[in-house]
């Protein structure tokens, strides 16, 4: 039966020390044993010395720390079990119908012996051949529970029981603090989590605004230069046919007075030959034909300028990816140029035969924009000189899973793997201060990735080639 003391059913120690002296060497033995059980460690490791010195100090076969399971305190998660040979596994149980649940309910508690018949529900007393126990609860400096310390025996107890008592206390505000000290630490990281995924979201936003206000003054730009362009572009084009019948009616007139007036006067023969009438006749056709086939080439490059701004395309809309990269390549053709200190750069393209994609079509261009300028960096690199630059570029259908694949390749200076491991990163560069933000290749993954549920992957080697490669699901 139970009393109302804190160490009730407890039998008085049978085996008292002999004197003062040998009292005093086991108190400090036993000391010493709980220093080197519960110093320095921390964590998990913390536990497991503290289970297993608590044993060895308690002379008993097992030590036990479990903490409260915060959904339900009367539930218990093991932090720690020293079995007396070595770490048992961790486990949750309930405390209901043990000595646990005693000692969450009113603290210390010591059963000498009989522990089995006292708790008849418990079967793991019977898995252990446990005859006593020795339990304290692990509050916090409120009082409240946090978990509790066991320690078993399969033999009665014996020995001081209020110095068994004055150890339990000691581990178990040793317990307390790392519990406590754990708890604090996992707020922290929680916070600092937290702190990490704003600090994402708004460096997302942040990319999102300047996606958007680039793409929105580049929109305006050359959706602006396509109209200026077209106006003035379309008066000529359109008058050229007329010009062109104008002064075929005129050159037929003078054939006809040639052979109405086969011999001019002295003076007006002098005027054809030094006019050179004939060469005019024949050269002013080849000039009104250069004029329509140059005036055919700027409507292309308005198209072309429109296509690629797409300013008033917010919504998706089946589109022909080959026409975004042929204005994409158009707008960039000045960077291929040949200069005074590099080549020109070869473009080599092998498109598949490819189904409309349904896509942001600005975004897309956008897109190709980004990864064609690096490409373009990439050759036109001051550190190695790329004495036959190309760019690939390929397209096609992966009918096994259903994606439209592009690939863009450049024979550069290449990427080592702690940058290839970087290049999707918001403000991160390999460019001098100025050349660049950052940005065209973390927008470019976020309009593949998140906008299109695609994917944008890239491999390179340093000194022989970068490869970007586009999945969008058709």
């Not at 297993?52 to 903490?67: F, H, M, P, S």
């Not at 770490?87 to 309930?94: A, L, M, Q, R, V």
């Not at 942001?360 to 004495?387: G, H, P, T, W």
């Amino acid at each position: 039966m139970l009393n109302s003391s804190p160490t009730e059913n407890l039998t008085e120690a049978t085996n008292q020390p002999e004197d003062l002296t040998t009292e005093l060497t086991n108190w400090d033995s036993e000391l010493k044993f709980i220093v080197e059980g519960i110093s320095s460690q921390i964590g998990e490791a913390f536990f497991q010395s503290c289970a297993r010195y608590l044993a060895k100090t308690l002379r008993v076969q097992y030590g036990l720390i479990a903490e409260f399971v915060e959904s339900n305190p009367r539930k218990a998660k093991v932090l720690a079990f020293w079995t007396g040979d070595e770490f048992g596994p961790n486990f949750e149980y309930s405390l209901i119908g043990t000595p646990c649940d005693v000692v969450y309910e009113k603290g210390i508690r010591i059963y000498p012996n009989c522990i089995q018949k006292l708790f008849p529900e418990d079967q793991d007393l019977v898995d252990l051949q446990a005859e006593s126990y020795l339990g304290i609860a692990i509050v916090d400096i409120n009082g409240k529970p946090l978990g509790h310390i066991a320690a078993l025996h399969t033999q009665e107890l014996v020995g001081n029981y209020q110095e068994q008592e004055a150890i339990l206390k000691i581990f178990a505000a040793r317990s307390a603090a790392e519990i406590e000290r754990m708890s604090a630490d996992k707020a922290l990281k929680e916070q600092n989590i937290y702190l990490q995924e704003t600090l994402e979201k708004l460096q997302q936003t942040q990319l999102e605004l300047i996606q958007a206000e680039k793409m929105s003054g580049l929109g305006h730009l050359v959706s602006g230069i396509a109209h200026e362009i077209n106006n003035p572009i379309s008066f000529i084009y359109g008058n050229i046919q007329h010009t062109q019948d104008y002064i075929d009616i005129l050159l037929e007139l003078i054939v006809d007075y040639q052979l109405e007036l086969p011999h001019p006067s002295k003076w007006l023969q002098e005027k054809i030959d030094r006019l050179d009438l004939e060469f005019i006749q024949e050269d002013i056709t080849k000039i009104l034909g250069s004029m329509k086939t140059g005036s055919d080439r700027i409507r292309n490059i308005v198209s072309s300028l429109r296509n690629f701004s797409r300013f008033d395309e917010s919504t998706r809309k089946l589109v022909d990816l080959h026409e975004g990269i042929e204005s994409t390549l158009l707008m960039l053709q000045y960077r291929l140029q040949a200069d005074q200190v590099f080549p020109e750069i070869q473009i080599i393209k092998e498109y598949g035969k490819i189904p409309l994609i349904n896509c942001y079509a600005s975004q897309m261009n956008q897109v190709f924009l980004n990864i064609l300028n690096n490409a373009i960096d990439a050759l036109r690199s001051e550190s190695q000189i790329i004495s036959d630059p190309i760019i690939y570029i390929t397209t096609g259908i992966d009918y096994e899973e259903n994606t439209m694949k592009v690939s863009i390749m450049d024979n550069g200076i290449g990427m080592s793997q702690s940058t290839l491991s970087r290049i999707f990163d918001p403000f991160f560069t390999t460019k001098p201060v100025g050349s660049g933000t950052g940005l065209g290749l973390a927008i470019s993954y976020q309009i593949i990735v998140e906008q299109h549920d695609g994917k944008l992957n890239c491999v390179s080697s340093p000194g022989k080639f970068t490869k970007f490669m586009i999945e969008i699901p058709v």
